[in-house]
């Protein structure tokens, strides 16, 4: 089983919303990352989490807070979006370094704020 | 310069063709080399996984990497309409997590 699971597919939220993303695996990896992807361009990494610490924020703004409450879970709660944050926003999963593999993503959730 | 440059195409061709898509990077630090292929409103889905230089092959999809040259291909072979969708190529070094994509190069296989 190669499966990371997202829910939900879909989110339209108001700038004043408070909503959470939420994703699963069930592969034993012990990185989880969250990727967003703007229409036509590659998937750009926002965190990383190593054995459920975050260890990677690439300078992400704090209306974005993730959260790992285990190894197979990874949230990422939303607050105060700006329209410009509308994307589809990916959960991936690997094992952990210094073993590298392969990262296998989830389907996405389509975000849309409006 | 960007650290992994791939062409954005879009590339079409007919159905059957052999396909051949290309990154070129510039870390040589790179060990690990990913394909993914998109399709739209999809997450990405990962098709080749492969550790420093040689060929691998997996049913019609055979990657190769030449760090000599730091240039990685995927090579479909015939392809296939289903097989249309944006093929994305990715890598990171040794110990990192972070993996660096390229800009992915739409496909159309017309039948």
């Known amino acids: 089983d190669t499966e990371v699971t997202q829910t939900p597919k879909h989110l339209v939220m108001g700038m004043t919303n408070k909503k959470s993303l939420k994703c699963e695996q069930h592969m034993g990896h012990r990185a989880m990352y969250w990727y967003k992807q703007k229409a036509k361009k590659p998937p750009e990494l926002m965190f990383v989490y190593s054995y459920e610490k975050l260890s990677i924020n690439e300078s992400v703004p704090s209306r974005f807070s993730p959260e790992c409450p285990n190894s197979s879970l990874l949230n990422l709660h939303l607050h105060a979006l700006q329209p410009e944050d509308s994307a589809l926003y990916l959960c991936?999963?690997?094992?952990?370094?210094?073993?590298?593999?392969?990262?296998?993503f989830g389907q996405g959730t389509r975000l849309t704020v409006v | 310069q960007k650290e992994v440059e791939q062409d954005p195409g879009p590339l079409s061709v007919p159905e059957g063709a052999i396909v051949s898509l290309n990154c070129t990077y510039s870390n040589s630090a790179f060990q690990y080399f990913m394909w993914y292929r998109q399709y739209s409103r999809k997450g990405p889905e990962l098709l080749m996984y492969t550790y420093s230089s040689g060929n691998k092959e997996d049913g019609r999809f055979t990657a190769q990497v030449d760090k000599s040259s730091k240039y990685i291909s995927l090579f479909i072979r015939d392809s296939q309409p289903s097989d249309s969708a944006t093929y994305l190529c990715a890598m990171n070094p040794q110990g990192a997590q972070k993996l660096v994509f390229g800009q992915g190069t739409r496909l159309t296989i017309n039948p």
């Open positions: 991936a999963s690997s094992q952990h370094v210094p073993r590298n593999t392969e990262a296998f």
